[in-house]
T-cell receptor
């Protein structure tokens, strides 16, 4: 069984401020972890993913996330928010390994960037 | 750049009517997923295809929903009859291979409104 908890359904930051979106996961096996971004009335776009190896993962648009096994967390950060970062962000988890494993999504965090 | 195509982008229908959504995955992607995303929530898997075969439809309300992928390429999701609670975004995604770390590529979605 696997699940994802995203703390904070809405987050507001000022333009130029640090962005921190929280994600905790539960998985009975080593996980793959993902962050997706969704703009209004669009599909999901992959920001970054953790599979194996380095626990600090860099993605597109200046975002990064760190896999912390001891804390079962995979928080998303960006040093300086831009207006274009306003969107909804989804954390997701799947079992690791080969094959087509089911991906479970969190409920999402809507990021507002204040000018 | 290869993309997942979906149509229509928006659909308004009255309850008890039939609706159908179409998805064309990235060329060569054997695995295709249909998700339902209710406003304010994350995507929930409805059905997963591997080529033309259904791999997982455990969350598909089979009394009113059906999905097919006859030639293992494009796919159609149908609802008959539509109910008010079916109003949601319907997302299609595809995955390239067993070794792609479960990374899914999403289409733009179809937003369904049932009146």
């Amino acid at each position: 069984a696997q699940s994802v908890t995203q703390l904070g359904s809405h987050v507001s930051v000022s333009e130029g401020a640090l962005v921190l979106l929280r994600c905790n996961y539960s998985s009975s096996v080593p996980p793959y972890l993902f962050w997706y971004v969704q703009y209004p009335n669009q599909g999901l776009q992959l920001l970054l993913k953790y599979t194996t190896g380095a626990t600090l993962v860099k993605g597109i648009n200046g975002f990064e996330a760190e896999f912390k096994k001891s804390e079962t967390s995979f928080h998303l950060t960006k040093p300086s928010a831009h207006m274009s970062d306003a969107a909804e962000y989804f954390c997701a988890v799947s079992p690791s390994g080969g094959g087509y494993q089911k991906v479970t999504f969190g409920i999402g965090t809507k990021l507002q960037v204040i000018p | 750049e290869a993309e997942v195509a979906q149509s229509p982008r928006y659909k308004i229908t009255e309850k008890s009517q039939a609706v159908a959504f179409w998805c064309d995955p990235i060329s060569g992607h054997a695995t295709l997923y249909w998700y339902r995303q209710i406003l304010g929530q994350g995507p929930e898997l409805l059905v997963q295809f591997q080529d033309e075969s259904v791999v997982d439809d455990s969350q598909l309300p089979k009394d009113r929903f059906s999905a097919e992928r006859l030639k293992g390429v494009d796919s159609t999701l149908k609802i008959q009859p539509a109910e008010l609670g079916d109003s949601a975004m319907y997302l299609c995604a595809s995955q390239g291979s067993e070794t792609s770390y479960n990374e899914q590529f999403f289409g733009p979605g179809t937003r369904l409104t049932v009146l």
